[in-house]
C-alpha cells in the first residue's frame, strides 16, 4: 500500500472511532508497527490527527470532531432523546446543561418549559434558551473552545458551588464494560463536577458512542441515575442489570 494511501486509511479510522491502538492500526493495514508509528509522527506533525502514547486520536481531543458534524451526525435520535428528556424535567426545576450536541438538543427541546433555572457551560445552549424569557440562565466561566464549549479549572470552581435537581450530561464513548469515556482530560473534570452537583445525573448518548474509543476515564454507567439512548448494545443491557440506571430507549 502506498504511503499516501495508507495515510488516508489512517486518518479516516482514526475520525470515524475518535481513538485506535497502533496496534488496531497493524491489524488493519497489514503493515509493522514501525510503520505505522511513522505514519502516526507524520501525520501528528501535520495536524492531521493527535498522537497519543500508544495510538492516536482524532486532530482535536479537545473538540473530537467539528461541531457542524456532530450536531448535523444522527440528529433525527439526538431530537428523540432531548423529547424524552424533557418530559422528565418539571416546570421550575433548576440543572445543568454539558458541552455536546445532544444537551444541546436537550435545551431545544426545554423551550417550552417555564421558570426553569440553568447553569451551563455549552454557550450555543445558552444562545438556544435565551428565548425564554422566563429561565434564568447562569453561563459558567472558564477557557471559550471553538465548538462553544467552556471548560477549565475555573468552570470546574464555579460549578462546584452549585447543588441543582439535574445534571445533563454528554459523552464522547461508552466502553462495553460501562465505562464512560472522554478524549480531554480538562472536559472529564466539568463533566465529574456537574455529576458531583447534581441530583440526579441524566446521560443524554445516541448509539454511535458505544463504538468508540476514548482515552479519559470519567466513570461508569452505574454512576448516573439515567442513561436516555436510541439503542443499546447487549453487553450495555447486561452491564445495567446490576445497576441502579434507569435506561430510557428513545425512538
Known amino acids: 500500500m502506498k504511503q499516501s494511501i495508507r495515510h ?12 485506535l491502538s497502533t496496534e488496531d492500526l497493524v491489524i488493519r493495514l497489514d503493515v509493522s508497527p514501525q510503520t505505522i508509528r511513522r505514519d502516526l509522527n ?13 495510538g492516536a486520536a482524532s486532530p ?4 473530537n470532531s467539528d461541531y457542524i458534524d456532530r ?32 444537551p444541546e438538543a436537550v435545551a ?22 435565551r428565548q425564554n424569557e422566563s429561565f434564568d440562565i447562569t453561563m459558567a466561566s472558564g477557557s471559550l473552545r471553538m465548538d462553544g464549549g467552556i ?22 464513548a461508552i466502553d462495553e464494560d460501562g465505562s464512560l469515556l472522554d478524549y480531554d ?12 452537583s447534581s441530583r440526579q445525573t441524566l446521560l443524554v448518548t445516541d448509539h454511535s458512542k458505544f463504538t468508540r ?23 450495555i443491557c447486561q452491564y445495567l442489570q446490576n445497576a441502579k440506571t434507569k435506561l430510557v430507549i428513545c425512538q
Open 108 to 129: 431545544n427541546a426545554l423551550l417550552n418549559h417555564e421558570s426553569l433555572r440553568i447553569v451551563t457551560n455549552n454557550l450555543n445552549a445558552a444562545h438556544l434558551l
Open 213 to 235: 474509543q476514548a482515552i479519559v476515564r470519567l466513570g461508569e454507567l452505574g454512576d448516573v441515575e439515567y442513561l436516555f439512548t436510541d439503542e443499546v448494545p447487549f453487553s
Open 42 to 54: 507524520v501525520l501528528a506533525e501535520l495536524n492531521f490527527i493527535r498522537r497519543h502514547h500508544g
Open 8 to 19: 488516508q486509511k489512517i486518518m479516516e479510522l482514526v475520525n470515524q472511532h475518535g481513538y
Open 185 to 196: 482530560y480538562h472536559e472529564v473534570q466539568v463533566k465529574r463536577a456537574i455529576m458531583e
Open 151 to 172: 471548560i477549565g479549572e475555573a468552570t470546574v470552581n464555579f460549578i462546584s458551588q452549585f447543588r441543582l435537581d439535574f445534571g445533563i450530561l454528554g459523552i464522547s
Open 60 to 63: 482535536s481531543s479537545a473538540e
Open 71 to 102: 450536531k448535523q451526525l444522527f440528529s433525527s435520535q439526538k431530537n428523540c432523546i432531548a423529547q424524552e428528556v424533557a418530559k422528565l424535567i418539571p416546570n421550575g426545576a433548576s440543572l445543568f446543561i454539558d458541552i455536546g450536541t445532544t
